[in-house]
């Protein structure tokens, strides 16, 4: 398994989560690692990606403000915080990495963790 997904869970509007994203030692050596998200019937969403070349970081429209996309290389994990948390966050969140730059293929997935805001 390239990727792990952790931290989702059921929490109430205005609360606050932290999503972590372990990964494997060759997937870790990618250039750009994102997170993404799935509602039920809606198309998969890129929220935030982060590009180890300066640590540049990108956010879609829907998480600036709100959205923290950070990543620990010593640890080899990803990070999503996510502040006021709305019921439109609920999603599948799911963490991928490209090897080039952030608007190439990503082509690798973690199986994803949930989060419910209701």
């Known amino acids: 398994v390239q990727l792990v997904e952790s931290g989702g869970g059921s929490v109430q509007t205005g609360g606050s989560l932290k999503l972590s994203c372990s990964s494997s030692?060759?997937?870790?050596?990618?250039?750009?690692m994102g997170w993404f998200r799935q509602a039920p019937g809606k198309e998969r969403e890129g929220v935030a990606m982060f590009d180890s070349h300066g640590g540049t970081t990108y956010y879609s429209n829907s998480a600036k403000g709100r959205f923290d996309i950070s990543r620990d290389s010593a640890k080899r994990t990803l990070y999503l915080r996510i502040d006021n948390l709305r019921p439109e966050d609920t999603a599948m969140y799911y963490c991928?990495?490209?090897?080039?730059?952030?608007?190439?293929?990503?082509?690798?997935w973690g199986q994803g963790t949930q989060v419910t805001v209701s």
């Open positions: 991928a990495a490209a090897p080039g730059a952030c608007d190439a293929s990503f082509l690798f």
């Open positions: 030692e060759y997937t870790s050596r990618s250039n750009c």
